[in-house]
């Protein structure tokens, strides 16, 4: 029988995740049988080209009750993401992790890949399983680091204590018959860590030791962006549970492109009366250049970087920290404008459109910008990609 390999994914809403998890498994080839353990099913089809079976996996529910409210303390660190997602409830963590194990065993399960599913990589490091995980340099910390630094400017206060969620890890490491972990970062040890983004992305650069650089998880184009007047429009998840979006797109003047994935009910009508051309698929990148002026978005790391890679400049209406934080740096870049999911950021979002479509400047340095990643780029990623796990994958064909 060919080896069995699992691929993990216990948070995150967007299908960015499951193209990471599918292009990372088609690196390892032929000869191998693909397992999916999703905590999400809506774009489980993703995973349809390795021909795996697909099951609903555990889901590590994001608590945001304590985090609104007038007086409400905003997450500041990936270890207070951590505490919401459930790392503050021992009884929790004890349940997934047994689940992970049983899958494991049962299975027979010879390689795990995990994206944003540190909890199976605990289960595979107890039961002796290679290990490969995967994602943002945002959602792979280095897991020598001894504690989450701050990532949010201005914002120091702690929601949880992070020493107890590290003790809360431990507890169940021990019944599991691991040895405690030295800080909460360590949960993403991997035997490949595969850390796929930018430096200028990587908000742990300096923490890293000796750290391996892949090319982030997006289509380049062949071409630099240049002569488009659209404006192209990505909203995958919850940006439309926002007042005042959707007026605001439709009140944009200049011609409008958009793939939304999911939108709510009456979304995609309204934009396609206002103008919208609504695309039924992804869009390829060489039509997203050639057509495009401005990208409008989440601040996503799959689609910044594709804007990043093609010259384009970007206006990011952030749904979370991790794309505020990414949003940011391509702000500080000159780039991109990085709005907040707040009232007054949506209230910015139509004047930020028609002020970045008219910016020259920004243009210039979005092509410049381009320009220099792409003379970064040693060979093609997916090429990148095959090398870096070649060695697993050798050693899992010959059944070690």
Not at 10 to 29: C, I, P, S
Not at 318 to 338: I, M, N, P, S, Y
């Amino acid at each position: 029988m060919p080896p069995r390999i699992l691929l993990a994914n216990e948070f995150g809403a967007g299908r960015g995740h499951l193209v990471t998890l599918t292009r990372l498994a088609q690196a390892f080839g032929p000869g191998f049988a693909f397992d999916g353990a999703l905590c999400r099913m809506e774009h489980a089809n993703e995973l349809a080209p390795l021909g795996a079976e697909v099951f609903p996996g555990p889901l590590l529910v994001y608590d945001s009750a304590r985090r609104t409210g007038e007086n409400a303390v905003q997450s500041a660190t990936w270890g207070e993401f951590l505490g919401d997602l459930g790392f503050d409830d021992v009884a929790r963590l004890r349940e997934i992790v047994a689940w992970w194990r049983h899958v494991l065993a049962s299975r027979h399960v010879a390689a795990v890949l995990a994206d944003y599913a540190p909890l199976a990589l605990l289960a595979a490091r107890s039961l002796g399983i290679p290990t490969v995980a995967t994602g943002t340099g945002y959602g792979l910390p280095p897991p020598e680091m001894g504690a989450f630094p701050f990532l949010n400017p201005g914002v120091t206060r702690r929601l949880h204590d992070e020493a107890r969620l590290l003790a809360n890890v431990n507890q169940v490491a021990r019944e599991i018959g691991l040895p405690p972990l030295t800080g909460l970062p360590e949960v993403y040890r991997a035997d490949l860590p595969l850390i796929r983004t930018l430096p200028m992305l990587d908000p742990y650069a300096a923490y890293r030791r000796d750290p391996v650089y892949l090319p982030p998880v997006t289509d380049i184009s062949p071409v630099l962006a240049g002569g488009g007047d659209e404006v192209f429009i990505y909203f995958s998840t919850i940006e439309f549970d926002r007042p005042g979006v959707v007026e605001a797109l439709e009140a944009l003047p200049m011609p409008r492109r958009a793939y939304l994935p999911a939108p709510p009910p009456g979304v995609a009508e309204r934009l396609a009366a206002s103008g919208v051309v609504l695309e039924p698929r992804p869009v390829p990148v060489s039509e997203i250049a050639r057509r495009s002026r401005l990208l409008v978005n989440a601040g996503q790391h799959g689609i910044l970087s594709l804007g990043l890679y093609a010259g384009l400049p970007q206006v990011c209406l952030t749904q979370h920290l991790e794309q505020l934080f990414h949003a940011r740096k391509a702000e500080t870049a000159g780039v991109a404008v990085a709005l907040t999911p707040t009232p007054s950021g949506v209230a910015a979002l139509g004047p930020s459109v028609n002020a970045a479509y008219a910016d020259t400047g920004m243009a210039a340095r979005a092509q410049g910008l381009a320009q220099t990643l792409r003379a970064d780029l040693a060979a093609a990623p997916e090429e990148t990609l095959k090398r870096a796990v070649a060695p697993l994958r050798q050693r899992l064909m010959a059944g070690g």
